[in-house]
């Protein structure tokens, strides 16, 4: 089974995220009256984007005066022992900063897309346009393998995995040497709390852990590493 789902929206790279803010900024305008958006929001993202491309800039300029004076230091430690120095570089003055606006600018838009993805007006040709959508993928059920990571703890068993494609799994955990492993619970996102109990007077177990992944209530693809760990109840 091929199942269909959104890749991350956010540009993978610094330069990318400055452009793309740049993008949002300017469709959060063109949509303004079809999203029901707010001026100064508006403002705050295309604010911020100013201010990136400022800092930027001053880091170029930063930059490019930390080479003149590696120059500089180079010639004064290996150059021609007849050679009269240049005046020492002075680093220019940066150009006026723009206003500054508040910080978190990745956050504030998350909570705006949230916020326009319930407008009735919303479409995934809108939010592609506005790249606030990821790119569409494909993932072949048949090939899924679920990451699976525990934290142990006293009385406690913390399963942990992948849940940005498939969000629903189940949970299995037995003592080592028994098979199948037992079936323990279905959990839906990326984290699941076992509370195990031991009846006494055991008082540790050596346990295996598995987890299946599960789409349209269906199993899908393979099981997970069997994860072999010491447990205290």
Known sequence: MIINYRGPYKAATLDGQIDQIRIIGVKMGTYKLTLDLLQPNIDRVNNTYLMLKYVDGCENSVDGYKKNLNDYKHELLSGDKAHQMNAFPVMEAFATAPAA???????????????????????????????????????????????VRLKVRAGVIEAITDSAIITNHKLYVGPQGIDPIPFITDFKGAKYEYHRTIAPPTTSEKLNVMIRGMFDNEIIGHDSAIVQIAYKG
């Open 101 to 147: 606006t508040k910080g978190g600018i990745w956050h504030f838009i998350e909570s705006q897309r949230s916020i326009m993805m319930e407008h009735d007006n919303w479409t995934d040709g809108i939010g592609e346009d506005m790249h606030l959508l990821g790119p569409m993928r494909q993932l072949d059920s048949n090939l899924y393998v679920p990451e």
